[in-house]
């Protein structure tokens, strides 16, 4: 491999490729590990890939994402901010239940906040709060199937798990389009930890309700604070096909190329699905969120 | 905070000007401002190239490999901390039965990731490494769970701290994909610990704290017989 005429031919082709690059110290750092430490086989990947990148992304796909994140982010916050105060859960959530709602709600709003901030830095204005409906109805009365959705407290969890996992499935299907950019990369996989955090609380909050009020048809399956194959364990109608698009797609076993039932340790199809969570796209997402969304 | 500037060492600077690339843009490629060139210079303690002779611990490689197989290292750890809780003797005595079953949950995630990272690395995998656990109270209920703990939490802010440094889209993608798992792991944990408190150690933008290479690789070595270098690491 002639490092050399690569480097004059694409200078050639394009004066300023290198000014377009990210400063990656730590892709750089690797080309001048020349005393052997970089495997040569590597080379021509991390070459290909560092040019590729040049290329690849831009900077309004960050704020694209950003904004993306803060519509979900403003989707959460409005759920949790309308609905803790009201009879659902106010009247069936217990202290702890109460108190779990109120620190995630405080998260998401802290989190609307944050993406602002962060979409204001860039130069840009942060898009405004869209109208919601929660009952999944698109605005139009009765036609959503999250009736109830803040005075029926088993509906309430059913959408909370829901957004979570979405909200995980979310940013991390965005993950890829930040590569160029550490800081906003590092920050968002920050936020999808926290989102994750939530999934599972709400997660146990449901296996203890559905074991509390002997309901195994609506707490459908063991409800675990991970995601089973593709199941919602969320298991009456309407509810469990309104969110089975949210689910599709979890069921994967192949990574990276991988059978993971085929590693050593003979993983169930539970373990193997459960062990990776899945993304989705930005349209995937969007058409997801769709019928909360006025 | 600037990131103190490091430049390649001497006789890698011979071999690139060879190149004959413009001055300017070798120093772009590298990372360095035009006006900052200190040939050969020592580096900064933080700087954690290959100059260390105390460093002797298992080498992790260079690029995507190197990320991988501290995400390896990781996960060899967390399997083998799971595995010794959920075959101990006291087990079954220690755990009420549905905790049992998330501990076994979890112990066959950790051993799916360890034996995932192991395959995608192929020939480019570290060898296994021998834990010490000795620090661990194993005899207590508490004792297991706060050191689950540390090791879900770290585990989390150890992906999101590392993935910056990801050249692979596709790696990173994988990457992306666990630390949301170990962080539903986290969470269940704490709640076990504390009911409430899955996400409690959070910045004031409720976000997770993410920890660099090296200092995750502090943390594991005390964890660790066969202890990690961090020769190489990018930060």
């Avoid at chain 1, 040019?51 to 694209?64: I, L, M, N, R």
């Avoid at chain 2, 910056?164 to 610990?193: F, M, P």
């Amino acid at each position: 491999m002639n490092l050399q005429n690569i480097f004059f031919e694409i200078e050639k082709v394009d004066a300023d490729v290198y000014d377009r690059m990210d400063s990656r110290r730590s892709a750089m750092k690797e080309f001048a590990n020349f005393s052997g430490k970089v495997a040569l086989a590597a080379m021509p990947l991390a070459l290909g890939s560092m040019f590729k990148k040049a290329y690849g992304q831009t900077p309004t796909d960050v704020v694209d994402v950003l904004q993306f994140a803060l519509t979900l982010e403003y989707l959460e916050a409005e759920f949790y901010t309308l609905g803790v105060p009201r009879s659902g859960v106010q009247t069936n959530a217990g202290a702890a239940g109460i108190a779990a709602f109120t620190k995630i709600r405080d998260h998401e709003n802290t989190h609307v906040a944050y993406f602002k901030t962060v979409i204001t830095s860039l130069g840009s204005t942060p898009i405004a709060k869209p109208t919601f409906d929660f009952t999944g109805g698109k605005g139009v009365p009765v036609v959503g199937p999250f009736q109830g959705w803040d005075t029926n407290y088993d509906v309430f969890l059913a959408v909370s798990q829901t957004l979570e996992d979405t909200g995980v499935r979310a940013f991390k299907g965005q993950a890829g389009r930040l590569i160029n950019n550490k800081t906003v990369l590092t920050a968002a996989l920050n936020v999808h930890s926290v989102e994750a955090r939530h999934a599972s609380h709400v997660r146990q909050m449901r296996r203890a309700r559905g074991t509390a009020t002997a309901n195994t048809t609506l707490y459908s399956g063991s409800i675990k604070p991970w995601i089973n194959q593709k199941d919602s364990n969320i298991g009456v109608a309407p509810y469990s096909a309104a969110v089975q698009g949210n689910y599709n797609g979890e069921e994967n076993i192949v990574q990276g190329g991988v059978t993971i039932t085929s590693l050593p340790g003979n993983a169930s199809l539970d373990a193997a699905s459960a062990s990776f969570d899945e993304p989705l796209t930005k349209a995937q997402v969007l058409m997801l969120v769709d019928p909360f969304i006025v | 905070m600037k990131r103190q500037m490091s430049s390649p060492p001497l006789q890698d600077e011979k071999l690139i000007s060879s190149f004959g690339i413009q001055r300017r843009n070798m120093l772009k490629f590298f990372g360095a401002s035009a006006a900052v060139v200190a040939l050969g210079t020592a580096c900064s303690k933080n700087n954690n190239d290959d100059n260390n002779p105390a460093d002797t611990g298992v080498f992790l490689g260079a690029g995507d490999f190197q990320i991988l197989n501290f995400a390896y290292a990781l996960e060899q750890l967390e399997a083998a901390f799971y595995i010794q809780v959920v075959t101990a003797a006291n087990f079954t005595t220690l755990f009420p039965t549905l905790e049992q079953t998330y501990m076994n949950d979890i112990r066959d995630h950790e051993v799916i990731h360890r034996e995932f990272f192991k395959a995608a690395l192929g020939s480019n995998a570290i060898q296994g490494l021998t834990p010490n656990f000795s620090s661990i109270d194993f005899t207590s209920r508490l004792g297991i769970l706060n050191a689950a703990k540390a090791f879900e939490d770290t585990g989390v802010s150890a992906y999101n701290g590392a993935a910056q440094y990801i050249i692979d889209i596709n790696y990173l993608g994988l990457a992306g994909k666990i630390v949301s798992v170990e962080a539903r792991h986290a969470a269940l944990i704490r709640d076990l610990i504390s009911n409430g408190t899955f996400a409690d150690e959070l910045d004031t933008n409720a976000k997770d704290i993410e920890k660099t290479p090296t200092a995750v690789v502090d943390i594991a070595n005390t964890f660790l017989t066969t202890k990690i270098s961090k020769r190489g690491l990018p930060a």
